[in-house]
């Protein structure tokens, strides 16, 4: 089986910084897409950054130049460092990856547990 787990959550004030953590493991055969979603309370989830196998990384608007997707060289984990946090980041932020088994050729999405971000104004 697949999983994720995220990590990095936590309580900050506003201004401050956070980095999430998401390590992929089990019989992953290849990663094509790995990225960030949140939700708030009351709203849908939403994008916040996406990378491809490529490299290529895609933000939503309202945190562009603030949070930064990365992940190491192997897609063991991937990481979405958070500067300058806003009270509206406060939200429940889930890593996802668009993959392939060993034991499969369909690309299938999946899904980490979530981690709590809360920004104190």
């Known amino acids: 089986q697949v999983q994720l787990v995220e990590s990095g959550g936590g309580l900050v004030q506003a201004g401050g910084s956070l980095r999430l953590s998401c390590a992929a493991s089990?019989?992953?055969?290849?990663?094509?897409?790995m990225g960030w979603y949140r939700q708030a309370p009351g709203k849908q989830r939403e994008l916040v950054a996406g990378?491809?196998?490529?490299?290529?990384?895609i933000y939503a608007a309202s945190v562009k130049g603030r949070f930064t997707i990365s992940r190491d060289n192997t897609w063991d984990t991937l990481y979405l460092q958070m500067n300058s946090l806003k009270p509206e980041d406060t939200a429940v932020y889930y890593c996802n990856a668009d993959l392939t088994r060993v034991t499969s050729k369909a690309i299938e999405p999946y899904w980490g547990q979530g981690t709590q971000v809360t920004v104190s104004s």
């Open positions: 089990g019989r992953i055969f290849s990663i094509k897409s």
């Open positions: 990378i491809t196998s490529g490299g290529s990384t």
